[in-house]
């Protein structure tokens, strides 16, 4: 996933259709379909068929002026995803045409009188103003409930007191799982039984397998239902139910997640407990056939990585996603920005407190957080990182792949990417079709079916935006405005020709 913003800033919330027609200067009516539906943005338009226009989930409002046919002007607007129609009166209708609200009721589309006194643009402004507030609402519970937690976790009894902070933030329970399915501490309101065996099997999904999924979701009892793996190796999972999901209830139960990961993490078993032993012997220098019968004998794939929201849990955060204990932040704080420790000295060419075998540890990129993960794992783009990617190897070719993954830290950076694999023999060699469909629908997440069509298309014709447009049978504009959308959404410069080529690769991936 790629976003400007931080991780732990939520999305902008949609507004309820409710919310808007409770506004009262605005004299809206509903004349047909449910009011509780989201409304992610506004459109105005009058063309005869606005479907080459609409991204989906808007509200569309129009006086009618080229209103010929109303039961296929409603199905092209169902098509394209719309989320509502508001319907102006006057000055080209004194009324709303009987037919039109009969299809949007066929269709269940919800329809929209607006008045002859209040223009679109008191529409869009006040829509605009709720999404205004409900962000900022998001921001402040999402940051009083980061205070909570934080205060939670200091406590005598620290794991029930952040579930219970959890639990409490969400209006709901927190369960803290065994690897065996067992719930060990507990916290919230008693939720239905249904509930309660769905959230354990869910967090089965999980399970204690290293590289494997870090959150599944679901529903189950009438409640909604997520599942985190924590990462201290012993396969302990954080269940959630809730009776509903705030567009900020993701980012509070991940700082729920890295905290109660450092508060278990002393619980490691013992095999945890000499791998650790193992990596860090191989990064003061020890020849990898030393420690390889320690540490396994793999294949093992070395990750590097450098960014994260500068917290203290940044980087435990990103080794509990990836799913794994064994991590080396080279001295640098929770960003990975840092130096060695005070008073240290440091040979020019190294990675503080990365000394590998022989002595050599350039392939190591400065100021990045290294992790090992068991091959093959699944190394997804997370969030506000960074991420070179090392081939799968043995335990005696690890100094190799470090340099690898390093390697590809550098050309992740130079080229703007999220995720870079050392390349190893073409494209379809870097992952596994599995791997592969993963990353293309996690890369893919923003667009809209429309968009990503779009895209596939205009990339398949080398950027031509004629060719796109007859190739689509739609408007050259509406080809411009749906790439430069893409281009928003995803965060890439889309002339660039290695993100073109990963999101090529992507497209015919999902």
């Given at each position: 996933?790629?976003?400007?913003e931080?991780a732990?800033?939520?999305?902008?919330?949609?507004?309820?259709?409710?919310a808007?027609l409770a506004r009262r200067?605005l004299?809206l009516?509903l004349?047909?379909?449910p009011?509780?539906?989201s409304?992610?943005w506004?459109?105005t338009s009058?063309?005869a068929?606005p479907?080459?226009?609409?991204?989906?989930?808007?509200l569309?409002m129009?006086?009618?002026v080229?209103?010929?046919d109303?039961?296929?002007y409603?199905?092209?607007?169902?098509?394209?995803?719309?989320?509502?129609l508001?319907?102006?009166?006057?000055p080209?209708?004194?009324?709303?045409?009987?037919?039109l609200?009969?299809?949007?009721?066929r269709?269940?589309l919800?329809?929209?009188?607006?008045p002859?006194?209040?223009?679109?643009t008191?529409v869009?402004?006040?829509?605009w103003?709720?999404m205004?507030?409900?962000?900022?609402y998001e921001?402040r519970?999402?940051?009083?409930?980061q205070?909570?937690?934080a205060?939670?976790?200091?406590?005598?009894?620290?794991v029930?007191?952040?579930?219970?902070?959890?639990?409490?933030r969400l209006?709901?329970?927190a369960?803290?799982?065994?690897?065996?399915?067992?719930?060990?501490v507990?916290?919230?309101?008693?939720?239905p039984?249904?509930?309660?065996?769905?959230?354990r099997?869910?967090a089965?999904?999980?399970?204690?397998?290293?590289?494997g999924?870090?959150?599944?979701g679901?529903?189950?009892?009438?409640?909604?239902?997520?599942?985190?793996a924590?990462?201290?190796?012993d396969?302990?999972?954080?269940g959630?139910?809730?009776?509903?999901?705030?567009p900020?209830d993701h980012?509070?139960?991940?700082?729920?997640?890295v905290?109660l990961?450092?508060?278990t993490a002393?619980?490691?078993?013992?095999d945890?407990t000499a791998r650790?032993?193992?990596?860090?012997?191989?990064?003061?220098g020890?020849?990898?056939?030393?420690?390889a019968g320690?540490?396994?004998?793999?294949?093992?794939?070395?990750?590097?990585?450098?960014g994260?929201?500068?917290?203290?849990f940044?980087?435990?955060g990103?080794?509990a996603?990836?799913g794994t204990?064994?991590?080396d932040?080279g001295?640098?704080?929770?960003?990975?920005?840092?130096?060695?420790?005070p008073?240290?000295?440091?040979q020019?060419?190294?990675?503080?407190?990365?000394?590998g075998?022989?002595?050599?540890?350039?392939s190591?990129?400065?100021?990045a957080?290294?992790?090992l993960?068991?091959a093959?794992a699944?190394?997804?783009?997370q969030?506000g990182w960074?991420?070179?990617?090392?081939a799968?190897?043995?335990?005696g070719?690890?100094?190799?792949a470090?340099?690898?993954?390093?390697?590809?830290?550098r050309r992740?950076?130079a080229t703007?990417?999220d995720?870079?694999?050392?390349?190893?023999?073409?494209?379809?060699?870097?992952?596994?079709p599995d791997?592969?469909?993963?990353?293309?629908?996690?890369?893919?997440?923003?667009?809209?079916?429309p968009?990503a069509?779009?895209l596939?298309?205009?990339?398949?014709?080398?950027?031509g935006?004629?060719?796109?447009?007859a190739a689509?049978d739609?408007?050259?504009?509406?080809v411009r405005q749906?790439?430069?959308r893409c281009?928003?959404?995803?965060?890439r410069?889309?002339d660039?020709?290695d993100?073109r080529m990963?999101?090529?690769?992507a497209?015919t991936s999902?």
């Amino acid at each position: 996933m790629t976003s400007a913003e931080p991780a732990a800033t939520p999305p902008a919330p949609p507004v309820s259709l409710t919310a808007l027609l409770a506004r009262r200067d605005l004299g809206l009516r509903l004349l047909a379909g449910p009011e509780d539906v989201s409304i992610h943005w506004v459109h105005t338009s009058e063309m005869a068929d606005p479907y080459p226009y609409l991204l989906g989930g808007e509200l569309l409002m129009t006086a009618g002026v080229q209103l010929a046919d109303p039961a296929h002007y409603v199905e092209r607007v169902v098509e394209a995803g719309a989320a509502a129609l508001a319907f102006g009166v006057t000055p080209v209708y004194d009324t709303v045409p009987a037919e039109l609200v009969e299809a949007c009721a066929r269709h269940g589309l919800p329809l929209v009188e607006v008045p002859p006194r209040t223009p679109f643009t008191a529409v869009a402004r006040a829509l605009w103003r709720l999404m205004a507030e409900a962000r900022l609402y998001e921001l402040r519970r999402v940051t009083e409930a980061q205070q909570s937690l934080a205060a939670a976790a200091a406590r005598p009894a620290p794991v029930p007191a952040v579930l219970g902070a959890l639990a409490s933030r969400l209006g709901g329970r927190a369960v803290l799982f065994a690897a065996d399915g067992t719930p060990s501490v507990a916290a919230g309101r008693e939720v239905p039984a249904e509930a309660t065996r769905a959230l354990r099997d869910l967090a089965g999904v999980l399970g204690p397998r290293p590289g494997g999924p870090a959150s599944a979701g679901g529903d189950g009892g009438g409640l909604r239902l997520a599942a985190y793996a924590l990462g201290g190796g012993d396969g302990l999972t954080l269940g959630v139910a809730t009776e509903r999901r705030g567009p900020g209830d993701h980012t509070i139960a991940g700082v729920a997640v890295v905290l109660l990961s450092l508060l278990t993490a002393p619980h490691r078993g013992a095999d945890a407990t000499a791998r650790d032993g193992a990596l860090v012997r191989l990064l003061l220098g020890a020849a990898p056939a030393e420690i390889a019968g320690t540490l396994g004998p793999g294949p093992w794939t070395v990750v590097h990585a450098r960014g994260g929201d500068g917290t203290p849990f940044a980087a435990a955060g990103l080794a509990a996603a990836l799913g794994t204990a064994l991590m080396d932040t080279g001295g640098t704080g929770a960003g990975g920005r840092g130096g060695a420790a005070p008073g240290t000295p440091r040979q020019e060419g190294t990675t503080p407190g990365a000394a590998g075998p022989g002595g050599t540890a350039g392939s190591a990129a400065l100021g990045a957080v290294r992790l090992l993960l068991p091959a093959p794992a699944s190394v997804t783009a997370q969030s506000g990182w960074t991420l070179g990617v090392s081939a799968p190897v043995e335990a005696g070719e690890l100094a190799a792949a470090d340099a690898q993954a390093a390697r590809a830290l550098r050309r992740a950076e130079a080229t703007g990417a999220d995720l870079v694999r050392h390349r190893t023999g073409g494209l379809a060699a870097l992952v596994n079709p599995d791997e592969a469909t993963a990353h293309a629908r996690a890369l893919l997440a923003p667009l809209s079916e429309p968009l990503a069509e779009t895209l596939r298309v205009w990339l398949s014709l080398h950027g031509g935006w004629d060719r796109t447009a007859a190739a689509m049978d739609i408007h050259r504009n509406t080809v411009r405005q749906r790439i430069t959308r893409c281009a928003a959404l995803l965060d890439r410069d889309l002339d660039d020709p290695d993100v073109r080529m990963e999101l090529w690769f992507a497209l015919t991936s999902r």
